[in-house]
């Protein structure tokens, strides 16, 4: 009783040669099949694709959030008026065995809201004015690496009193740049890669070749001087950045043309506040004129649309947040205003624990704060200070963009569910025309669980083919997903679904996460298994005396 | 009896259709002999192919016993009668049933696939493709074995329902009227090819309602109205 069939004694046979080979034969010769795989196909294809751009917006936005402020904040949310003793506040911090040591620079700032005008071309606009300290700030955050300005000229933008650059002829009739402004060129030309050379925006339309826009020299000035040539001319007025949609407007490319000279006057009106928050009768709006240093773009339109940037301490006088001590003519009683902040922005060293950082900054404050109630007129602007982390002051920029790409994520995957079922319908189809196969292969030996296990495998294989080619199709789409939209704003402009100004960045985020590939191409096979099982489970069912019966 | 390989006692068998209980076995008792050639005989309703079934152990009866090898093929779990009829039975059926999709040397192959494992084809799948090959040969099939079922005549369907029922080399061939759905020459050559394999050794045993088919058998075994009979029905 050595048959050559018995030689390997098994009480279940899952793992049997046939199931694999009838569900690769039905697979392959199952028409029908390709439905269930064309629709895995396409599923697996969406939610990549959907849940990429997704992902890749929320890490844009997540990064420029973090580009904008640095690690943690230190700010009274509650109020314009801003709080007190920040820089005191910043001291201790750095003197500070436990926090100090983990801190790269911290610095002050000042937000206000205020109205820009361009006396030139008489045209205003509203405006965010930020007081920075450059110097400190460039550290800080990304903020340096949006200059226009200084990515051509390295070296040349600054926030203190100026003049305005203007080129001129030389005697060949050549137009040139100030000799500082140009060498500042050169050691940026010097620097630059061939693509970042081909890249510079040359306005070829300005005589000087060089990126962006200088005024000539007057002639007058030209007369008047003993050197006549390019030079710093004007009056000396402190320097502006203007955020880069406030100065600019942007071509259907993404390319910005620019309308305001370099040196170019800018008028700044704004509304000092009082320590408690009431507009100063006395003198009213205030106004001051700027010089058009730079323009910068963090990438998020709202803020680039709005922002402008001053010296910190120049706005601080402005708006009377500075520190003053008079005497009140009534009482005769000195009478001390300390200086106020709206923001201290903090940069942790890298490898630093943000988190553990920040509680010892806000225990930190509290132990400051508490003694100084006393000196301050309104108390209140201490009390209601926050140390937030970058990610926490952003929450609800940040949370809305996660809150989206799941619900987006979460609507496409129970549109996938369609293709269950459709994998449902078609295996429950072939099941129905292959009863009596099944009976068959039943009556050769096969048990009621392998017959199922071969609908179950012909599931997983639809998963993996069909997985597979949507894997594909969703990793090219999203690759090329901004030449897609490129092509569809081709056939017709109205097709642009991607308008930058709407979705604050560009382009279209399109890298694909390898884990998240896989993931999904992991579900879509569990998934197919799962449309397969009512058919496998009818399949097992089947009596094989009842199949068998008839032709 | 002590040589019988396999063995029915009392096999009772009804089914239900409609309201009606239908009792196809009244209480059947059969042995098969080793190497023996048995034939059942019975008129269409007989319960001949249902008997059939059950001593193939394809069909549970209701009541009875069907003892193969001195083990009650209905007391053991599922899966080792699932092996039973992988390995020790092999049936061939009167409409062939042979899977469409699948050629002549890959139906013949699959109750090997059946029983044996993924990883296991790869060490014995040449030798039972050998065997299988030559099995087809011997039937006369050898130039047909890459054709598909419907590309086959009846007769050669046969062959290969013949070939896939043998090459597990199973000890009982259970073959239900083998020649009932092909011509008369046909039949006869189906039905020598069964003679030659039991000269070899083979047992079998093969249900019929045609006295000319069941004369090729060593023995005929009448069946009416559900019970074995000496007369002929």
Known sequence: MSPAGNSQPRSELIDSMYKFFLCLRYLRKRRIAFFAVAAVCLCVAMVLIVFSVMDGFLRMVRDRSRGMLGDLVVENQSSLQGFYFYQEFIDELKAD?????????????IYTYGVVRYPDSQITKPAQVSGIRLDEYRKVNDFEKGLF?????????????????????????????????????????????????????????????????????????????????????????????????????????????????????????????????????????????????????????????????????????????NYREWTDEDTGQKVVNHARASQVQIKLKPG??????????????????????????????????????????????????????????????????????????????????????????????????????????????????????GTVIGVLFVHYINEVQDLLKWISPKAEVWNPQVYIFERIPNEVNPWHAAFIY?????????????????????????????? | MSDAILHAVNVRKSYILGKVVLKVLKGVSLAVQRGEFLAIMGSSGSGKSTLLHILGALDLPDEGTVVFENQDVFKVPNARRDRLRNVHFGFVFQFYHLLPELNVLENTLLPGMVGTSFLGWFSEGRRRRRYAAELLDRLGLGERIRHRPNELSGGERQRVAIARALVNRPQVLLADE?????????????????????????????????PVVAAAAHRIVHLADGRVTNRKA
């Open chain 1, 352 to 469: 630093a624990d943000v988190l553990a950082v920040r509680n010892a900054i806000r225990a930190r404050w509290d132990a400051f704060s508490g003694p100084r109630l006393a000196l301050v007129k309104n108390p209140n602007l201490m009390v209601g200070v926050r140390v937030l982390t970058w990610e926490e002051k952003q929450r609800t920029f940040i949370e809305a963009v996660e809150k989206e790409k799941y619900l987006v994520t979460i609507l496409f995957g129970i549109i996938s569910f369609v293709a269950v079922l459709l994998i449902g319908c078609v295996f429950y189809m072939i099941v129905q025309q292959k009863t009596r196969d099944i009976g068959i292969i039943k009556s050769v030996g096969a048990t009621s669980l392998g017959v199922a296990g071969i609908f179950i495998s012909y599931g997983a294989a639809v998963g993996v083919v069909g997985g597979a080619v």
């Open chain 1, 97 to 109: 065995p436990q926090i100090g040591p983990h801190i790269q620079e911290a610095t002050p700032v």
């Open chain 2, 178 to 210: 083998p020649t009932g759905n092909l011509d008369a020459a046909t039949g006869k050559e189906i039905l020598g090819v069964l003679k030659t394999l039991n000269q070899e050794g083979q047992t079998i045993v093969m249900v019929t309602h045609d």
């Open chain 1, 149 to 321: 300005y200084e990515k051509y000229y390295p070296g040349t933008t600054t926030l203190a009193p100026q003049r305005i650059p203007g080129c001129a002829p030389t005697a060949e009739g050549v137009y040139v740049l100030p000799p500082d402004i140009e060498a500042a060129w050169q050691k940026w030309w010097a620097s630059a890669t061939p693509q970042e050379r081909a890249k510079a925006p040359i306005d070829k339309r300005w005589p000087y070749n060089r990126v962006g826009q200088y005024w000539p020299v007057p002639l007058e000035e030209l007369a008047a001087s003993d050197r006549p040539g390019p030079m710093w001319y004007g009056s000396e007025l402190p320097g502006i950045i203007l955020g880069t949609d406030m100065c600019a407007t942007r071509d259907e490319k993404g390319n910005y043309e620019r309308y305001h000279c370099r040196g170019e006057e800018v008028q700044v009106t704004l509304v000092p506040i009082t320590e408690s928050g009431q507009l100063r009768d006395a003198t009213g709006p205030v106004r001051d004129i700027f010089r058009f240093a730079d323009d910068c773009r963090t990438g998020v339109y709202d803020i680039d649309s709005m922002a402008a940037y001053v010296d910190f301490d120049r706005l601080q006088k402005l708006l009377n947040m």
């Open chain 1, 522 to 551: 992991m579900v879509a096979i569990v998934v197919s298994m799962l449309g397969s099982l009512i058919a496998a489970n009818k399949a097992a069912r089947v009596w094989p005396v009842e199949a068998l019966r008839y032709e």
